[in-house]
């Protein structure tokens, strides 16, 4: 039943933006997305809940597919509404997202999260933003970067309640159809009709057999690069929201350069697309400045007046002033019950120091040299280093520029390439400054997550020259060359990367479920203990335990707020968390929760903290208790 409903969502959706704009399914489908997620933003603000959003939303596509149907049928009765249907669903686009579609519903049964910002970060967010039917931002529970945007959460929280349950596969599900949404328009365009073509007579269906193998050739290549990330987010595995940056950047992209015949629709959906981006994540925000000025030279180079190039603007200053207007209603709710993003870092003094290397950061040249060598060196995808893979991109931009030398078209090839090339080095800039002004230095020396970070350039420059490909070659060479690249990618995967294709698996074919039972086994005397007390706060004991066990529970106890200590002297040489405290601090530190989860001790925990506990012969292991109250210096624990 929820993959009914939410496949009549997409459906209704599609159909309704595509009837009033008179646009192809495959066209439609993403625009509509990205209207939704802004009407869920505005009205958990507005009217205090997300469901309301979710309705306001699904009753405006309704009520957008009877106008248009209408409007056919007025116009030219049946003739008309045949020719819109046509239109609309006859077509390799609507056949691609129904495939699409079926991927995504069953590769997804089952599957968990497993990795660490799941659960310490996005997990959280949209578990509480279907606990308190509105934006994360207002849940009592603490929990750090309360601030983040909230664009992606409430359409995967919107894919969850049109589900009826809260299930962690239903948010791989929302995540993916929304990037596969963007990359439709690209995947169904096909020039001209081939030799094949099919028609079924007193059927209405017709399909260009040439243009839908092609089609379906592009949608399985498309499908295939993210796997070939090396150490990057696991795109059919994770809600990791990098991947989609680099997905609605390219949309951008796409509708900048496809739609300049008509700016004023060009403006709406790249309003749609830039608010998006800019209520999606901190560092998305720089591609909106960079679109747009790509944008202008586009219009310019289709010789558009200063009017409509003026206008390009017009998008930004959209998203802009709606980013505004919500983060001035996140920020009251943020230092009240959690904590801001970490990105205070980057100041003009900090920059300072950074451009005197001046000392103030002891590791700045190890970090830079650390940079250079990893742009240069460290491999990204299929083995090419982040230099490498936007190196042969660029020359694929450009060799197709050559072949279509006389055509006014290879102009607008090298505006890619340069766009590209000057996009990667400023947001190589910005990354290198990030691990000296905001990252700590653990993370900075270590260069963290630097391949999934770098690979939002790299896969973009990736697809980008796809769609260059696809779109300027001369059809003769297309055929050849994607079916080339698509045994080339399968062929580099299955030799190279082999366990990839893991995330291809349903859940059931992975240790999904023992992973997740362990991790309910672990959250279960919270949940037991305090299951009367939702609101309580609980102080986790994780001697010798890293960060992710802890965020693990927090995830796992929906509303509780936890703390955590490591407390005692290092376990070993790569124990990092742990914080030799004095008894009279850890007193101190557990005097503000009401409970006490002794998760994880041990001898050295036992010989140094014993005496903080008014009893300490009858402290337990792996049970959540409660303490009544600090008496001279003692924790005063029931076990009842």
Known sequence: MNIVLTFLYCLIAGAGYAFVFRRPFAESLAPAFLLHILILVFSSIVFGSLTSGIIIGAALFLLAMIFGIGRSLKEGKREGLKEDFSLV?????????????VFVAFSNEGKIFRSFDE????????????????????????????DYQPALTVFEAMWARMSFRYDESDAFRAIQMLEFSMLLPVISYHKGKGSLFFKGEGTGISFDLNGTAYSLMKMVLFAVIPLLLLAGPQFYHSIYQDVTVTILAFYSLYIADTETEDPKYAGFVLSLAFTVLAMQKMTSFMFIPAVVIFYAIRLNMDGKDRKNILRSLIPALFAVASWYCVNLYIKQFVDVTGSAQ???????DNLMNVIRNDGSIPYQEFVTYEFVYSVMKTPIIAGLSYVAVLAVSVGLFLIVALTIMKSKEAGKIVLFAVWVSVMSLIYAVMLWLLYLTVFDANEAVSLASFPRYMNTITLLAVYLAL?????????KWKYALFGTLLIASVAVLLIMYPGNMKQLKPGKYTDDREFLSWRLAEAAPVNEKTFDSPDTKVYCLLCGVNAAT????????DSRSLGWGAVGPRRNDGDVWSRDISPEEFVEEVSHYDFIYFAVTDELFYQKYSRCFAEPEKLPSGVCVRHISVRDGKIVVDND
Do not use: P
Request: positive net charge.
């Open 89 to 101: 669903f006859n077509n390799t686009g609507f056949l691609a997202f129904l495939l699409i579609f």
């Open 119 to 146: 659960f310490s970060g996005y997990g959280v967010f949209l578990k509480e933003t279907l606990r308190v039917d509105k934006l994360f931002c207002v849940s009592t529970k603490e929990f750090s970067h309360k």
């Open 342 to 348: 970490s990105y205070s870092g980057v100041w003009f």
């Open 467 to 475: 769609y260059i490909l696809s779109r300027y070659m001369e059809s």
């Open 550 to 557: 802890y965020h693990h529970l927090n995830y796992d106890v």
